[in-house]
């Protein structure tokens, strides 16, 4: 009986463990997948906060959110409108919800996954302008998620594993 219990506990145990070590990994490679997009909404706040106008994209290199990997910028008025930028989503600038804008005016900054339409999941930043205004960076999350199945399908395995063993 105290064998029972014994391989009992320790599966729980094991069980903790690989699930601790995907969690882990999953929102290292989540957190990270945002460093670009912080970068590029602090920068252009920035600058805007400073005075300088926002910047102009060429009407060439759009970037079809859903479609490219490309990372992009969008720059909101006051009314959580978009104004300019180069994110596309069905061919004109992509409204976003009001709730996100509102966490930015709050914190000076918030990063969200957003998600316009089934299948598309998109890794944003938004950085709140001092005029009112709001800058957000963004880029697709297939690449990150596509890495992120494989790290369970690794600890599944090692849990597995270390089940049989037990």
Do not use: H
């Amino acid at each position: 009986m105290t064998k029972i219990i014994n391989n009992i506990l320790a599966c729980v145990v094991v069980t903790i463990i690989f699930a601790t070590i995907y969690a882990a990994s999953q929102q290292v490679i989540r957190q990270y997948a945002n460093d670009p997009q912080i970068q590029m909404s602090e920068d252009v706040a920035s600058r805007m906060t400073s005075g300088f106008k926002a910047p102009e994209f060429d009407p060439n290199d759009k970037v079809v959110i859903g479609k490219s990997q490309s990372p992009y910028l969008i720059i909101y008025g006051t009314d959580k409108q978009p104004i300019s930028g180069n994110g596309y989503l069905d061919n004109s600038l992509p409204s976003i919800p009001s709730g996100v804008f509102d966490k930015a005016k709050e914190f000076g900054e918030y990063s969200v996954t957003w998600m316009p339409r089934i299948g598309i999941r998109q890794a944003i930043v938004v950085s709140a302008i001092n005029n009112g205004g709001f800058v957000v960076a963004g880029r697709s999350l297939r690449e990150t998620e596509e890495r992120i199945k494989k790290i369970i399908m690794i600890a599944l395995a090692g849990w597995m594993f270390s089940l049989i063993i037990i």
